[in-house]
């Protein structure tokens, strides 16, 4: 078994490559949902809906989210009626969340509700919220504080991030089956994706980063940067919030207690001394992914150093 932990983006793509190079059954894939918004009246996840796509095969290549082809009548309708539209759901994508809320309404918890909608929609690896319990990562910035969405999509990430926090993270339990996984697995990546935003409330929740040190399975991470500098998005901000440096060494210096070899690309290759002195193994390889090829080149290069 396979377990992956993911946020969006760019983890999607590596979770693409692990599904074309393994049996899809073999993997599961835990998601962040410290993003989850309520838009509209409606429970809205994006980094799981964002993975159910991409394994579902629906997911719009060209945006890295929703569905491919969809259409935005009910939101240009929403904007008429004087709502705000500055999160943008699809015509298709919404059936999704109205499924989500109306089960999560019915008192089913969100790991179920995921369950439903991977089977209703062909997937057949296992994908998990971090916890069904509400999580929600809080920005401080000089305009106040911010949710996610509202710092990423509405704000364009452009305020200054001085501090962050998950809101709800204390009191909230691994879903069930991650815990489970992490313990039983054969391989553990951590995709990449943000180290603060996607990645570090998965780390957070309670009893995920113990299971991720005592597991016996070999933890791979994936830098999601390549010379201090993201390959999308604010990323490489926030790493002077997790209080180390943009960098490969600093990623190595947030993960080092879990994770057995950081995956960096060939460009950082001078930084491997400096993250094998925290006693982590490096590969040096191309760790950028913009075709599918990529992705299961990837995928296939950390299975066979991790077998
Ligand atoms: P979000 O949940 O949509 O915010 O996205 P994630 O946190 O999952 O992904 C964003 C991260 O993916 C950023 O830090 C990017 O640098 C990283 N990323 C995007 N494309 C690539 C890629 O091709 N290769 C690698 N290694 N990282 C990538």
Known sequence: MIVLLTGGTGGAKLVLGFHEETAPEDLVVVCNTADDSVVHGLHVSPDVDTIVYTLAGLIDPAKGWGIRGDTFAVLDQLQRLGNESWFRLGDRDIATHLTRTRMLAQGQPLSLITATLCRELGVSSAVLPMSDERVETRLSTPEGELSFQE???????????LSLRYQGIEQCRPAPGVLEAIRGADLVAVCPSNPAT??????AVPGIREALRETSARVAAVSPMVRGRSFSGPAHRFMAILGVEASVAGLAGAYRDFVDVLVIDTE??????????????VKATSIRMDTLDDKRRLAREILRFSS
């Open 198 to 203: 996607s990645i570090g409330p998965i780390l």
């Open 151 to 161: 710092y990423f999509v509405k704000a364009r990430w452009q305020p200054e991030v």
């Open 268 to 281: 950082d290759r001078d930084l491997q001394p400096a993250v094998e002195k925290l006693g982590i193994d």
